[in-house]
């Protein structure tokens, strides 16, 4: 049989009482109690149901006169529920009603209680019965919720522990715990008004706080609780222990506060932590938290924000009549320490390459997503956030907060889609004359190569990023059904957000006829997917997922759920392939190997022309270093990638992408970088990408060139 079955999202439909609750309570009860067992069984059933109509006719005169209406009937137990922070309260009569005189009878009510907060636990209160003209009738109070319920409220009471660390993948320490005195007051050990004033006056002078600020913020609290007013420096405390010993009301405890030990070292990963805004409140408090904690904000301190602040000490109570009655405890659990993915030496490149450029850099394990490197420019010191921090989005993550659109780098995509399709194959031959008019000559489209690539088949056609192969590509599949294309783009990951554990993270946008009617109100035309193929119209990506997609290709297929967390260690659910054969997958590498190597048509090779490295005994080698017989027999670092220049809103430069994984032949990490408005891929982003991948290998890192060619 339930006490009381509600919750916020659902009202509670009717329920059969408790067979075997009932058959024990009309068992064991003395003969001539039968009609008090009914009336007991038939108001907790009323109180199961919330028809608290039914259950407050069942009310004697005492009863009635402390509760003379249905709503102060049902705003008990609503309260128990909001104040408990629980989500239900089941409850049994159990065993036989006990006689109380000649003219009442008493029952054990055991309530189970269940809440997100403390689990599921049980309270025993009692419910009384009087006989009343004849009739049993329920001589109900407030204390057949819970004991004391009368006279007090419900209170919970939370205590944490020490937020934990987090560190780089060497064991730097970048955020942690630093020692602190928290100085509380205890109200009943206030001895007088005159003793209130001085300490009041005491505290003031040590936290700077206002008198009245402190008193208000004890003075609504049992008197026997410890209030925190402020957290204070361990030795402020030490030095002035003088003027605190006069006062047993003020009570020092350790606290801690947070620390950010390496401001320097990827701040957007590491994020920030501060207080709970009034619009999380009570999302936070639903978790187990007071409102008064600093949570994490931002990066990793937000996204494991479970796993670095663990759960606290919680205490349900009953308080009233100077009693605090305890209905539960759970002990606290301090949060685990998390240990990152990321390589300071090799965060600190990436963000070094990105200093004044506004952009992203991503390094990634291919082969279970963990993110080495993650930086975006322009960045902050999170020991001193100002103004123009926030003014010039420096706290925007551009790796996985920025929006843009893929440009080139989407043409795997497209290319899959018309391998998929049937549309192409990897030897189908197109014509480039340096324009495409496949939707009349209204509709022309122009080929980043003015003159073409002339007659050019679809491998290559992505080595030499040729638009006017996707261009066709994208107007086949269009032919075969409006949606297919942005159907093959979320196979490869876009359009939602891939689960970091960075908090904020965007999914982007994948775009289709739905999408653009409800967006924009407009019909999809042919053209949005023939822009669409391209990387361009309304498609938008974030760093991470084009590096996600990188990473896949470069692992035989498996779209890995990218990680910064690499302690404790994070369950990966198996990861999804991407839709290529594996034929087209090898295709699709060695096309994008031609883009760094094919000096005829490769788009990058011209910044990858002195990257020339061999493996000897198991090291990385420069060539001008061996002997032609050495080089011949040694592996070579071979580098696949593909460029990307896509246009940015309005009369300004394009947004550069190049995203590339290495060794070729071996694949271990992937390496994306995307800078706005700075010209084209290759150019830009194709240099950044080779001296983050000479980091990694530990290679001399080569000159940032100072040419801008105009290729893709």
Same mark, same amino acid.
């Given at each position: ?24 309570? /009309? ?42 209406? $249905?709503?102060?009937?049902? %705003? ?83 205590? =944490? ?19 602190? /005195? ?13 003793? &209130? =004033? ?31 007013? !402020? ?6 405390? &030490? ?20 620390? $950010? ?49 663990? /759960? ?5 109570? $009953? ?50 997503? @963990? ?26 993550? =551009? ?44 509709? =022309? ?5 003015? @003159? ?11 080595? *030499? ?15 075969? @059904? ?39 109100? &407009? ?28 990473? !896949?290709? %470069? ?18 659910? &198996? ?46 080698? !420069? ?46 990490? *992937? ?23 000479? %980091? ?17």
């Amino acid at each position: 049989m339930c006490l009381l079955v509600a919750c916020a999202s659902a009202q509670p439909g009717p329920s059969e009482p408790d067979a075997t609750s009932t058959a024990s309570v /009309t068992a064991t009860t003395p003969a001539g109690l039968a009609g008090a067992a009914q009336t007991a069984i038939t108001f907790v059933d009323a109180i199961n149901r919330r028809d608290f109509a039914v259950a407050h006719a069942l009310f004697d005169a005492r009863a009635q006169a402390d509760a003379p209406t $249905v709503a102060l009937l049902q %705003a008990a137990y609503d309260e128990a529920l909001r104040d408990g922070r629980t989500l239900t309260i089941t409850g049994q009569l159990r065993g036989g009603l006990i006689p109380q005189g000649v003219d009442g009878a008493s029952a054990a009510l055991v309530s189970v209680w269940q809440s997100p907060l403390l689990g599921t636990f049980e309270v025993t209160s009692t419910l009384q019965l009087a006989l009343e003209g004849g009739s049993w009738r329920v001589r109900w109070s407030r204390n057949a919720v819970a004991p004391g319920f009368a006279d007090g409220k419900l209170v919970i009471e939370l205590q =944490r522990l020490e937020r934990a660390s987090v560190f780089a993948s060497d064991g730097t320490l970048l955020s942690g715990p630093s020692q602190r /005195t928290t100085l509380g007051v205890q109200r009943s050990l206030i001895k007088n008004a005159d003793d &209130e =004033r001085a300490m009041l006056a005491v505290l003031a002078r040590l936290t700077g706080l206002d008198s009245e600020a402190i008193r208000r913020k004890y003075m609504d609290a049992p008197p026997d609780w410890y209030v925190p007013i !402020a957290d204070l420096e361990v030795e402020t405390v &030490e030095d002035n222990s003088d003027l605190l010993q006069p006062f047993p009301a003020i009570i020092a405890t350790p606290a801690y506060v947070r620390v $950010v030990y390496r401001p320097d070292l990827a701040p957007h990963v590491v994020g920030i932590v501060g207080a709970i805004t009034p619009e999380a409140l009570e999302r936070y408090k639903a978790l187990g938290y007071n409102g008064d904690e600093r949570v994490g904000i931002s990066g990793v301190e937000a996204g494991a924000e479970a796993i670095l602040a663990g /759960t606290p000490e919680i205490v349900l109570r $009953v308080a009233g009549g100077g009693v605090l009655r305890t209905l539960v405890e759970r002990p606290a659990k301090r949060g685990d320490d998390v240990t990152l993915t990321i390589s300071p030496t090799l965060q600190l490149s990436a963000q070094e390459r990105l200093t004044q450029r506004r952009g992203a850099a991503i390094v990634m394990r291919v082969n279970d997503g @963990g993110v080495l490197a993650m930086a975006s420019w322009p960045t902050y010191d999170p020991t001193n956030i100002a103004n123009e921090d926030v003014r010039s989005g420096a706290l925007l993550n =551009r790796a996985t907060q920025g929006l843009y659109p893929p440009g080139s780098t989407f043409k795997m995509v497209t290319m899959a889609a018309g391998l998929g399709e049937g549309v192409a194959e990897m030897n189908t031959v197109f014509s480039d004359p340096g324009f495409w008019t496949g939707y009349g000559a209204d509709f =022309r489209k122009t080929c980043w190569r003015s @003159g073409g690539h002339g007659r050019i088949t679809l491998q290559n056609g992505l080595t *030499a990023s040729c638009n006017i192969v996707f261009y066709e590509v994208g107007r086949l599949l269009e032919e075969r @059904g409006s949606s297919l294309l942005g159907d093959y783009a979320r196979r490869f990951g876009f359009g939602e957000p891939t689960g970091i554990e960075l908090a904020g993270e965007l999914g982007g946008v994948v775009p289709n006829p739905e999408y653009k009617k409800q967006t924009f109100g &407009e019909a999809w035309w042919p053209g949005d997917t023939v822009n669409m193929a391209v990387g361009q119209g309304y498609m938008l990506a974030t760093p991470l997922q084009i590096c996600r997609m990188t990473a !896949a290709i %470069a692992n035989g297929g498996r779209l890995v759920r990218p990680t910064v967390i690499g302690s404790p260690a994070q369950p990966l659910t &198996e990861a999804p392939s991407l839709p290529l054969s594996p034929a087209n997958l090898e295709a699709m590498q060695a096309a994008m190997v031609g883009v760094t190597t094919n000096a005829r048509i490769g788009t990058t090779t011209y910044r990858f022309t002195t990257f020339d490295y061999y493996q000897v005994n198991g090291k990385w080698t !420069a060539g001008k270093d061996l002997t032609p017989a050495q080089r011949k027999k040694s592996r070579k670092l071979v580098v696949a990638g593909k460029s990307g220049t896509a246009q940015a809103p309005g009369n300004v430069l394009p947004f550069a992408w190049f995203t590339a994984y290495a060794p070729a032949d071996a694949p271990e990490i *992937a390496v994306t970088v995307l800078l706005e408005n700075a010209g084209q891929g290759s150019g830009q982003a194709g240099p950044m990408v080779r001296q983050l991948i000479e %980091a990694y290998f530990g290679l001399p890192i080569s000159a940032t060139p100072k040419d801008a060619l105009a290729n893709d």
